[in-house]
């Protein structure tokens, strides 16, 4: 034992020297992997690239953008500059949370489903006593709610697994009261702490409840002068363009809404397509926040078949794989006006076909902004390959892709401090300034006149190619071009 004791001694740093040798060893290396940082934050740092059909309103919309899209994007350290911290840094926000919130809930009138919407209004509101507010709301917070409303209102929608919580919805609500516009947080059915009043939750396709509150808050508006505009993110992007382009192609659009934000669209949707570990990660996600958490409502039904395929759901491993069994008990609406509410699809294919927004941008009515990041993991290699036809098919679409910025993270360099501001704390993201300019500079090239000529002429584009491409057996296609 002694010799092992004189041994184990002489290998511990027993001198001040070795100390110091170590010391400078981890400050080196330290130092090397800050140099490393800035190197990458300096490769990454780069000018968006911005597709458009060339047109004079085009023009004038991107000279507006400029401050945004005319000058380098630059991430900050660590976490701007490595796409899945910059995610976590966009989901994982804690701040801020405005204390003036207001939770709405509203049933849909096709199934009986709850949906939840939290308002953001200007900080002379009174917020609500709690998260599950019942409606029972004093005349100043039923004002606030019901209106009518004589601002902008811009309406969010989460991704896949998440709510209205989530740090990239409260970032975005939060630089809009700032503007002193009125945010909307819309929570999917089953989501933010609403339980699923019926056995159908919610997926990449069914665009009724969206429907239904744009409807609504319509409605609550004081004129059709007064915008709304919707912002989607990740599914909830998917949505709000599939959304935007079944109402333009029937005309239907409600007058209020004068365009929308698409951030992290995956366009194609093809869930086996998901790389791994994400497939895994996602469908992990909509088993324990939908199958299990709401399985008292799926338990309503007591088809044998209905239970087999949810049983299915739960026991598949892949995204994919759940989507394929739980097809045909999924909710869905008809293509076509008056989009009437319809259960089940055939397969995880026809699923995957009907929901994919690619196949409706071309019908889009007014300005539409896509933001992707090229290096986002869970979309970017799919929806770089619908660029070209989103861009083509539509002058309202305007497509802006940063070379960095993760799945809805865009955590940057806003001052001098090359780390950014703090990324779980209050500081806002790149994509929440540029799509605030959007909305400011589409309110004020309408407000000038500039999309009046424009959309007259889009809409008999749009109807000629309705009646050449379209109603055979007296259907609208809605099948790319070859």
């Known amino acids: 034992a002694g010799p092992k004791q004189q041994q184990s001694k002489e290998v511990l740093p027993s001198t001040s020297s070795a100390w110091k040798s170590m010391q400078k060893s981890a400050l080196l290396l330290g130092t090397s992997l800050l140099l490393n940082e800035f190197r990458l934050q300096e490769k990454l740092t780069q000018i968006p690239k911005v597709f458009y059909q060339k047109t004079p309103r085009n023009d004038v919309l991107l000279s507006l953008l400029s401050s945004y899209l005319m000058r380098p994007f630059k991430p900050s350290l660590i976490f701007g500059t490595h796409p899945v911290m910059n995610s976590i840094s966009g989901y994982a926000k804690v701040g801020p949370k405005n204390q003036n919130r207001i939770r709405e809930i509203l049933t849909m009138t096709s199934d009986g489903a709850r949906i939840a919407l939290d308002w953001d209004d200007n900080p002379t509101a009174s917020s609500s006593s709690d998260g599950s507010s019942n409606n029972n709301f004093n005349e100043e917070q039923r004002q606030a709610v019901k209106g009518p409303h004589g601002v902008p209102v811009i309406i969010l929608l989460h991704g896949i697994n998440n709510s209205a919580e989530f740090g990239y919805i409260r970032s975005m609500m939060n630089s809009c009261t700032k503007r002193g516009w009125i945010a909307v947080g819309m929570n999917m059915r089953g989501c933010g702490g609403v339980h699923l009043a019926t056995p159908r939750g919610y997926n990449g396709a069914y665009t009724g409840d969206l429907r239904s509150v744009l409807s609504t808050i319509s409605h609550r508006m004081v004129n059709l002068d007064v915008p709304i505009f919707i912002a989607g993110y990740s599914l909830g992007a998917n949505l709000i363009t599939k959304y935007l382009g079944e109402e333009g192609l029937a005309g239907t659009l409600p007058k209020n809404v004068k365009g929308a934000m698409s951030l992290g669209n995956p366009l194609k949707i093809n869930s086996n397509n998901l790389k791994i570990p994400w497939n895994w990660v996602l469908a992990a996600g909509i088993k324990t926040g939908v199958l299990l958490k709401h399985r008292r409502a799926f338990q309503q039904m007591k088809c044998k078949s209905f239970q087999e395929k949810m049983h299915s759901a739960l026991m598949a491993s892949t995204l ?123 309110i004020l090239m309408q407000r000038h006149g500039y999309y009046h000529e424009e959309e007259e002429d889009f809409i008999e584009k749009r109807n000629v190619i309705s009646s050449r491409r379209g109603r055979a057996a007296g259907k609208v296609s809605t099948e790319l071009p070859t």
């Open 320 to 442: 994919g794989a759940l989507d394929d069994h739980a097809s045909p008990c999924m909710i869905r609406n008809e293509k076509h006006y008056p989009f009437s509410t319809r259960v089940g699809f055939d397969n995880g294919q026809h699923y995957w076909d009907d929901s994919s927004s690619c196949h409706y941008i071309q019908h889009v009515s007014v300005p539409l902004l896509l933001m992707l990041s090229k290096d986002d993991f869970l979309v970017s290699h799919v929806a770089e390959q619908w660029l070209p036809h989103c861009v083509e098919m539509n002058p309202n679409v305007m497509f802006v892709e940063s070379e960095t910025g993760g799945h809805l993270g865009w955590h940057f360099v806003d001052g001098n401090n090359p780390f950014g501001s703090n990324p779980f704390g209050r500081g806002a993201n790149w994509a929440d300034g540029c799509c605030c300019k959007f909305i400011e500079s589409v």
